[in-house]
């Protein structure tokens, strides 16, 4: 089976907020992203709704319930509710995503740039893991590569998502070599602890087929920054299935 394509449309939301109003549509955009073939939706609110908003959230997760598609909703599961934010197990009581990929992004973070650190993290993340495996989500623990995912394990996720930044900036440096075991090992760990294997972060046409080819089983990638940029020259149709080909091709399926 090849490995999944959850897009993610964070980056449409930043256009329409820029100019306020409702355009581009979010769920205008999501419809076109299933049409074309893709998986799932992915979204990653932040407290200061600079581009979802938890209204998005809940009319995404209406739109893929009734498509029988995966919602996938990222977030820091510590950041407070405030206004306009709930609170990311508040959205996913509400919403009940297929899945939740928790990451430990703080407030002022321009995007996510690490993994947990497992270790220091297991005793605040064990109770919130619990939590929402009760609403029914798999939970995916943002990892970075060489991270001790063995402990993830232990803490009740599901899945861990690979952390793909370092491995985007060493493909465009030409030094992806040098990188490319280090995620492999760590893929490879995760497996045998019985957790599922996601990536995501910088993930584009032209670093992805490599890096799920190495890996072997991949079971999905939520990419939004790339495709977004990509779909701005393409067409977002045809750009979303440019990724599935790759992925098919990737997967050896």
């Given amino acids: 089976m090849p490995t999944r394509l959850s897009v993610n449309l964070n980056k449409i939301a930043v256009l329409r907020n820029s100019r306020g109003g409702g355009k581009p549509d979010v769920l205008h955009a999501a419809r076109v992203c299933l049409d074309a073939g893709a998986d799932g939706i992915t979204v990653h609110p932040r407290p200061d709704a600079r581009h979802i908003r938890a209204d998005d959230v809940i009319a995404l997760a209406?739109?893929?319930?009734?498509?029988?598609?995966?919602?996938?909703?990222?977030?820091?599961?510590f950041a407070a509710p405030r206004a306009g934010y709930p609170g990311l197990l508040a959205l996913c009581t509400r919403t009940r995503p297929a899945q939740v990929t928790l990451v430990p992004d703080g407030d002022g973070q321009l995007t996510s740039d690490h993994g947990f650190d497992f270790g220091r993290d297991a005793a605040a993340l064990?109770?919130?893991?619990?939590?929402?495996?009760v609403l029914g989500c798999r939970v995916s623990l943002f990892a970075d590569a060489g991270a001790d995912v063995a402990e993830a394990a232990s803490i009740g996720a599901d899945r861990i998502e690979l952390y793909t930044g370092p491995w985007a900036e060493a493909f465009d440096a030409g030094t992806a070599a040098q990188v490319l075991p280090l995620f492999q090992a760590t893929a490879a760990r995760a497996r045998a602890a019985g957790l599922g294997v996601n990536a995501g972060h910088?993930?584009?046409?032209?670093?992805?087929g490599a890096f799920v080819a190495a890996l072997g089983r991949v079971d999905e990638v939520s990419i939004g920054h790339a495709l977004i940029g990509e779909a701005l020259y393409d067409g977002l149709a045809t750009t979303v299935a440019r990724y599935l080909a790759i992925l098919r091709a990737a997967s050896g399926a």
């Fill in 62 to 77: 209406a739109l893929t319930s009734a498509r029988g598609v995966e919602f996938n909703i990222e977030g820091n599961p």
């Fill in 126 to 133: 064990r109770p919130l893991v619990a939590a929402f495996r």
């Fill in 202 to 208: 910088d993930l584009s046409q032209a670093n992805l």
